[in-house]
C-alpha cells in the first residue's frame, strides 16, 4: 500500500466518522428544537462527505481503492464515540461539545497525514484545504457553543 493510499484510508474513515457525528448530532438537536443549529450540522456532515468524495476521486483515479468506511472501533479512536454519550443527555452544549472533540480529533488526523514527508504533492495540497475547512467548522462549533453558555 502506498503512502497516499494509506493517508487516504486514515483520512476518509475519519471524515466518515465526522459526517455520521454530525448528522447524528443533527438529529438529536432537531429533538432539541434546534433548527439552526440543525442546519448548521448538515452542512458540517455535507462539508465531511464532499471532502470524503474528493479523496475518494483522487485514490480513484490514481488506481487506489481505500476503504472509506469508519468502524466502532476505530470511531472509539477518532473523538466521536463521545457524541453516544451526548446524545443522552438533553442539551445542545452536550452535542456540541461532543463535535468540538470529534474536530479536535480530526485536526490531528490531518495533522499527521501532513507530517508525512512521503506525502504526494497532489495529496498534500488536497489535505492543507481541508483541514483549513476542519478548523473553520471547529471554530464555528466553539464559537456555538460559547455562545449557548
Request: zero cysteines; aromatic letters at 4%.
Amino acid at each position: 500500500m502506498s503512502t497516499d493510499e494509506a493517508v487516504t484510508k486514515d483520512l476518509l474513515q475519519t471524515l466518515e466518522d465526522g459526517r455520521e457525528g454530525y448528522a447524528k448530532g443533527a438529529e438529536k438537536l432537531g429533538e432539541l428544537d434546534q433548527p439552526a443549529l440543525v442546519t448548521t450540522f448538515n452542512e458540517m456532515s455535507a462539508q465531511r462527505q464532499t471532502f470524503a468524495d474528493e479523496l475518494q476521486g483522487m485514490a480513484n483515479a490514481y488506481g487506489d481503492d481505500p476503504d472509506r468506511s469508519g468502524s466502532v472501533a476505530a470511531a472509539l479512536h477518532r473523538g466521536w464515540m463521545s457524541l453516544t454519550d451526548a446524545l443522552t443527555k438533553d442539551t445542545p452544549e452536550a452535542v456540541l461539545e461532543a463535535a468540538r472533540q470529534g474536530d479536535d480529533h480530526a485536526v490531528t488526523e490531518y495533522e499527521k497525514a501532513l507530517d508525512n514527508d512521503d506525502v504526494s504533492a497532489d495529496l498534500r495540497a488536497v489535505v492543507e484545504r481541508q483541514l483549513a475547512g476542519i478548523r473553520a467548522a471547529r471554530d464555528t462549533v466553539a464559537a456555538l457553543a460559547s455562545s449557548t453558555d
